[in-house]
Structures are given as structure tokens and as C-alpha cells.
């Protein structure tokens, strides 16, 4: 039975210690496949409802920025997907018969259905779940749960025909634990990847649903448990590889010789990795929060005050006072902003006059508020939320068209044109894997249309995900990162907060590790913003901006990835190696015999790669 090979590389291998005695963990798979959601694509014909102009790029360009409405057929994706799944992860984990090979032996009937054994032209064997009349009927498998015990899921499935939003579930005592989700398609097989943490131990039962009456196939299952040491070791493994660096340094005199026991000291200057705060008004009159927030963050999200309700209460009646005021304070304190945002498709978040507008009043309203806004700061903000939460809502593409989103990416592309990020900022794409609406398949799919629509807009588009958790599903936020990585680009977590209660805390600092660790997250901004009558989830102080325990766990957290200073001597042959966090530092080198000292600045971020990197300094 041929399968086609993984070619995705497989974790870094960790190592962790456990009651004293050091042991090997199974390296963690972050690999995932994208194929079936956007990657490899065909092209069709397509026409929407604009009036008035010929499609070619003129005139789309025309119709970005807002002034018309045009006819025209336009290209969208159609989607080709992998021929056969690939072989199970970690040989299936748990699961008996993971890959098909034996028949359906290990495999049952959920839901009073029916389901068959297949094979594939190419000789592959699968399951399929036939003449569906209910979403849960489909295959399912017997498992026992270990308590306390990450669990990542993965499978690949299909569908007979058209597509369909397919989850995997796992049935505890007294629960139904949504795993994750996947869009699944005919004539290829795409794959799921999620997870769960076991909350007992206990029987359990894997299966998956869809609320499409089509057959399902389903082949190459895995379900993996790793102990909580284990998962935190292999974080621990992929913060030493994503976010640190081993620096060799050679100190040598004016003829080249090695100078044993030169003093070497590394000041550091400043911190690779942006993490930073929602930030409100109230930061302009209260000295005490500056302090705060200045001593502790790299990035601002301004919550409120760039959102259009706030610079445009009324029609035509600007007012920018706050957010610049707080864009002057965030500069004169060396803090990027994100720009939060230009529209937001809730209709419920639209200012109050915009919301009844007819089209052609609609259409001036917002061509004028995305020249305004992202005129104002072009140049000034690393990133633009363009339009807040579109896997959820629709208020823009309900009145101009499925496509309106990607006009608005283009319009404000063209009107910041220089380095800031794109981003499409979601929530619950990390949070929960039983909205199907923002599970990572759909938000992949959504990209590929707004790039696919207008190609310009591939050029710095970013992934934002929100990160709005209650209890979080630390196994399945890997998963959806690690597929979300397979788009290439980058990835920040945008608005963090967790739901208040006992494990508030706790919850947090595993939210923060978690995106930290992982390789493809590039920024993590926390949704904080501090206002005298409380926060709007999750507060990092008191009134008096003393620590809660959540801004306990960011202070250790800061302190734990931040630069921090190193000093010590050289070897005999001149040698002084440290692993130091990708940022910035000062050298300073001196000996004994000589009358003074040399300093250097040195930086340090992932490059080529290399685990190593390697300095000369001649003193």
C-alpha cells in the first residue's frame, strides 16, 4: 500500500529531567498540511455585482480606494488537494489500525450509521462512514484517556462530494470535547490537526461529525499523549531554537594572538521579540500608568481610540486628539503601535450613524474614513488591523459585495505603502475548535481569497489571531499554529486575555509560553488596557498598578525573555561563548595587560539558522 512520503521536518528532539533522572520525550511533530485550503490552487470564473468599469487592474485599483462599482468576472480558487494522505503521525499514537491497513479491525459504527472499507486506485485503504442522515454518524475508535495528559490529534479525510466543515470529537464520561476541525473536500484528502487535554482518566470514544449528509472517508488517524513535562519540554526545546542563539566570541591582540582571560561583559540592549499591551486614554492623564506600561512593553494596541466610533462620532466631525496624543507618548517612549483598526465587520461596532447609511452614502463614508485613518499614521504603525473579525461577520460584503474585504486590504496597502503589516485579526481560530466558522481551515481559506482577488495584497499580509481564552485548549492552540504556519507569513497574537476565575493566572502564563515557544508566532500583544472602573476581561494591576497575579506572570515572563546581561572570561584560545535570546547587545572586551578596553554592538537573531555565531574581536 503506497503512501507518499512526509516531507514536513519533524520537531526538535528534547530531552527532559523527571523525579532526577534524565529521560528522552518523542519529539513533537509540527508539521501540517495545508493542501485542500487554499495552497495549490485552479482557477474559475466568477462575477460580481459591481457596475460601471472594465476588470483589469486600473480599474480595480479604481474601485480599492472606494469611488465606483464595477461589473466584472473576477478569478477565486477552487481548490486541489493531495491525491492520498499521508502516513499517520506518530504511527497513530494510541490508536490501533491508524493507516487502514488491516480493514476496519480496531475501528467501529458511531451513531448507528453504516461505514465500509475503501481502497484508493493507487491501493490505499480507508474507512468511509456511508448514507449519512445524521452529523455524528461516522467511524469512531475506543480509546482510554490518561488524566492530566496533553493529547494532539491528527487525520485525514475527504468527502464525496461538493465540501463540508468536518470536526473530530472525543466522547468522555458526561462530555463531548471538541478536538478540532477541518474544511473537507471531494476528489482530495485534507488534514485535521487539533487536540485535548484529558481532564480524567477514563474511556473515551474518537469520532467525527459534519452537518453535510455526504459520505465521509476518513484515513490516517493519530492521537498521541505527551505528560505535561514532556509538552513542556519540548516548549522549552523550541524557545532554545526559535528564540536563542549560541555566541562564540574570540578576543585577540593586534597580532592575532588569543588573549587568555580577557574580561568580557554583553549589556543588553534591547529584546528581539515584540510583546506588549492593549493601551487606553487614561494613559494620558496618570503618570503612574506611563511608568507601568513604559517599563514593561515594546508594542501598543490602542483599544479603543483609532477605531472609527471613536474618531468619527458624528458624520463628517473628525477628532484624532487622543489617538495622536497617544501615538506622541508611545513614541517618545521607543513603543511600536498597531494600528487597531481600520474597519471592524460587526455591525454592532459600526459608529451609529454609519450603520442605516444607504450604498452610496455607505460607500463616500468609508472611502473617506480608510484615507483618513491610514493617511494619518501611515509610516507610524508596524501593523493595520483592516477589517476587525470578517470570518464572523459581513457588514461590508453584505453592502458592496463578497469581495469587499480585499478591496479595503488593497486600498490600505496602496495608502501605507511602506513596511507595516496587514493583518486579518480573528478570534477563536486558537480558541476554540467547535466554532467552525474560524477554525484555522476557514481563516486559511479567507486569506487565499483576499490575496487570490487582488495579488497585491499578498505582499505583507499577517495573520493576527486575537486569543480571547476561557479555559484554554493548550494541545489544539498548537495544532491550529501549526497549520496556520504552513501560509508562510507571519503570525501574532493580537488581543491575549483569559476569563476570570481561580486558574486565571495559570491560564495566562500556559497561553504566553505556549504562543512564545512556537516558532512561527512573531509578536504577542496582551489585551490589558487599564481603565479606573476595571479591564475589559483581564487586569495586570490593582487601581494603584501593583501586580495582580496575571501581571506576576508577565513580569517573570519579561524577565525570563528579555536580554540579560552576561559577563565572564576567555579561554586559552581566546574563546568566551554564551547563548543569549535574539536581540541586540553591547560588548565590551578587556585584559589586564592592556591600558584599555573595546566595545562592540552585537546582534544576534535567527539568520542563516545556524545554532551558532561567531565573533571576532581584536583588542
Known amino acids: 500500500m503506497a503512501r507518499p512520503a512526509a516531507f514536513w521536518l519533524v520537531g526538535c528532539i528534547v530531552a527532559l529531567l523527571l523525579q532526577g533522572c534524565a529521560v528522552r520525550s518523542l519529539p513533537y511533530d509540527y508539521s501540517a498540511s495545508i493542501e485542500g485550503q487554499g495552497t495549490r490552487t485552479q482557477v474559475s470564473r466568477r462575477t460580481i455585482s459591481i457596475t460601471g468599469c472594465q476588470c483589469n487592474t486600473s480599474s480595480i485599483r479604481t474601485w ?154 476518513v484515513d490516517s488517524v493519530s492521537l498521541k499523549p505527551f505528560s505535561r513535562a514532556e509538552w513542556a519540554a519540548h516548549r522549552a526545546d523550541s524557545v532554545v531554537a526559535a528564540r536563542k542563539k549560541t555566541v562564540r566570541l574570540q578576543a585577540t591582540d593586534s597580532a592575532g594572538n588569543p588573549l587568555d582571560g580577557a574580561a568580557v561583559s554583553l549589556d543588553a540592549v534591547r529584546s528581539n521579540f515584540p510583546l506588549g499591551a492593549a493601551m487606553s486614554r487614561y494613559i494620558l492623564t496618570n503618570s503612574a500608568y506611563q511608568t507601568w506600561f513604559a517599563s514593561r512593553f515594546a508594542v501598543a494596541t490602542f483599544e479603543n481610540e483609532m477605531k472609527w466610533y471613536s474618531t468619527e462620532p458624528a458624520a463628517g466631525r473628525e477628532d484624532y486628539t487622543v489617538p495622536d496624543a497617544m501615538m506622541a507618548f508611545a513614541k517618545s517612549n521607543g513603543i511600536a503601535v498597531r494600528g487597531h483598526n481600520v474597519f471592524w465587520d460587526q455591525p454592532s461596532q459600526q459608529p451609529g450613524w454609519v450603520q442605516s447609511l444607504p450604498y452610496p452614502q455607505l460607500l463616500a463614508a468609508a472611502s473617506r474614513r480608510i484615507r483618513s485613518v491610514v493617511s494619518r499614521y501611515a509610516g507610524q504603525v508596524i501593523g493595520w488591523d483592516v477589517v476587525n473579525e470578517n470570518l464572523h461577520f459581513n457588514f461590508y460584503e453584505g453592502r458592496f459585495g463578497w469581495d469587499a474585504s480585499t478591496a479595503f486590504y488593497a486600498a490600505a496597502r496602496l495608502l501605507d505603502a511602506g513596511s507595516a503589516l496587514m493583518f486579518m485579526n480573528e478570534f477563536n481560530t486558537l480558541e476554540q475548535p467547535g466554532d467552525m466558522a474560524a477554525q484555522p481551515a476557514r481563516y486559511l481559506q479567507r486569506l487565499r481569497q483576499i490575496i487570490a482577488a487582488y495579488p497585491e495584497n499578498g505582499a505583507g499580509m499577517a495573520i493576527g489571531l486575537e486569543g480571547h481564552f476561557t479555559n484554554p485548549n493548550i494541545p489544539y492552540m498548537r495544532a491550529a499554529l501549526d497549520t496556520l504556519a504552513q501560509a508562510g507569513i507571519p503570525v501574532w497574537l493580537t488581543e491575549v486575555d483569559v476569563a476570570a476565575g481561580p486558574a486565571q493566572a495559570q491560564h495566562l502564563e500556559e497561553v504566553l509560553r505556549e504562543a512564545y515557544a512556537h516558532p512561527a508566532v512573531q509578536g504577542i500583544v496582551i489585551w490589558s488596557a487599564w481603565h479606573p472602573e476595571g479591564c475589559y476581561v483581564m487586569c495586570l494591576t490593582d487601581n494603584n498598578f501593583k501586580n495582580l497575579p496575571q501581571g506576576d506572570v508577565v513580569d517573570r515572563l519579561i524577565a525570563e525573555w528579555r536580554a540579560t546581561p552576561r559577563a565572564g572570561a576567555t579561554d586559552a584560545q581566546g574563546y568566551f561563548e554564551a547563548q543569549l535570546v535574539h536581540g541586540e547587545y553591547k560588548v565590551t572586551v578587556s585584559h589586564p595587560a592592556l591600558n584599555s578596553s573595546i566595545s562592540r554592538s552585537l546582534k544576534v537573531d535567527l539568520g542563516s539558522g545556524s545554532e551558532h555565531y561567531f565573533v571576532d574581536i581584536q583588542v
Open 64 to 217: 480599492i480606494i472606494l469611488t465606483d462599482r464595477f461589473h466584472c468576472s473576477v478569478d477565486v480558487l477552487r481548490v486541489q488537494c493531495l491525491p492520498e494522505p499521508l502516513e499517520p503521525q506518530y504511527g497513530g499514537g494510541v490508536l490501533r489500525n491508524a493507516d487502514f491497513s488491516d480493514g476496519l479491525r480496531g475501528w467501529s459504527t458511531f451513531g448507528f450509521g453504516s461505514v465500509a472499507e475503501s481502497t484508493s486506485a493507487a491501493g490505499n485503504g480507508f474507512a468511509v462512514a456511508l448514507n449519512r442522515t445524521r452529523p455524528y454518524q461516522s467511524v469512531s475508535q475506543k480509546v482510554y484517556l490518561q488524566g492530566d495528559t496533553h493529547y494532539t490529534l491528527s487525520a485525514w479525510l475527504q468527502v464525496s462530494d461538493g465540501s463540508a466543515d468536518v470536526r473530530a470529537v472525543v466522547k468522555t464520561v458526561g462530555d463531548f470535547v471538541h478536538a478540532g476541525g477541518v474544511v473537507a473536500m471531494a476528489g482530495c484528502w485534507s488534514m485535521l490537526k487539533g487536540g485535548l487535554t484529558a481532564a480524567s482518566s477514563g474511556p473515551a470514544e474518537l469520532y467525527f461529525e459534519s452537518n453535510a449528509t455526504v459520505d465521509l472517508w
